[in-house]
């Protein structure tokens, strides 16, 4: 079973807009990580964010994560057409193990 | 870095043959895991190893797939014999567990179509 969730499946946005994409998981996790994929590509990481942290950032990225609410967030900011590509999140346990969600689809549009 | 290989890219091969699947991971990394992804079920994780023993094979659909880690560089995935509902794009990954950041570096997967 897929550990994460991610709300929308699907997003189309302007380029210069932010995107935001949610997470949901089920079990415990050591960390919560993001990866991105181009079509046709492997999975590239993109941010992880630790069990015992709130917020993190990087770049043009911020992810939060509510242990209370099992859930994750990923905002984009000021998106550029090279972002489009899928996203998914993956819960991690302290074995290495990821167990990932279905992805969402981002498409930013010139 | 020449980042995880795998070979072949892309493989057509008739139901009942045999398949098997190539990965050399990061060197250095003591992880290597193996995905299979479809549109139906989205990334699955098959098996993983650590310092070149499974240590989890319960996604492995069924005795059809088999995988090795003879040596700190280099893994197979084999499906013996193949089916039509095998093909999908496999990945393989790798990591190096107990490090700082448990990120994982994916290769560029093995395209399979089973006729």
């Known amino acids: 079973s897929q550990q994460g969730e991610e709300d929308p499946q699907a997003l189309s946005i302007q380029e210069g807009e932010n995107a935001t994409m949610n997470c949901s998981y089920k079990?415990?996790?050591?960390?919560l990580q993001w990866y991105r994929q181009n079509s046709g590509r492997g999975l590239v990481h993109l941010i992880l964010i630790r069990s015992n942290e709130r917020e993190k950032h990087s770049g043009r990225l911020r992810v939060t994560l509510d242990t209370s609410k099992k859930s994750s967030s990923l905002l984009i900011t000021a998106s550029r057409a090279a972002d489009t590509a899928s996203y998914f999140c993956a819960g991690g346990t302290s074995y290495g193990k990821l167990t990932f969600g279905q992805g969402t689809i981002l498409t930013v549009h010139p | 870095d020449a980042g995880v290989i795998q070979s072949p890219r892309h493989e057509v091969t008739e139901m009942g043959q045999e398949v098997t699947l190539r990965c050399k991971p990061i060197?250095?990394?003591?992880?290597l895991f193996w995905y299979r992804q479809t549109m139906m079920r989205g990334l699955e994780l098959l098996i993983y190893?650590?310092?070149?023993?499974?240590?989890?094979d319960s996604g492995m659909p069924e005795d059809r797939f088999s995988a090795k880690m003879p040596n700190a560089s280099f893994s197979t995935l084999k499906i013996q014999p193949s089916e039509p509902r095998d093909s999908a794009v496999y990945f393989c990954?790798?990591?190096?567990?107990?490090?700082?950041?448990?990120?994982?570096?994916f290769g560029p997967g093995t395209r399979l179509l089973v006729l």
């Open positions: 079990t415990s996790i050591n960390n």
């Open positions: 990954a790798s990591s190096t567990l107990g490090g700082q950041q448990e990120t994982q570096y």
């Open positions: 190893f650590n310092n070149n023993v499974p240590i989890d």
């Open positions: 060197s250095g990394h003591n992880s």
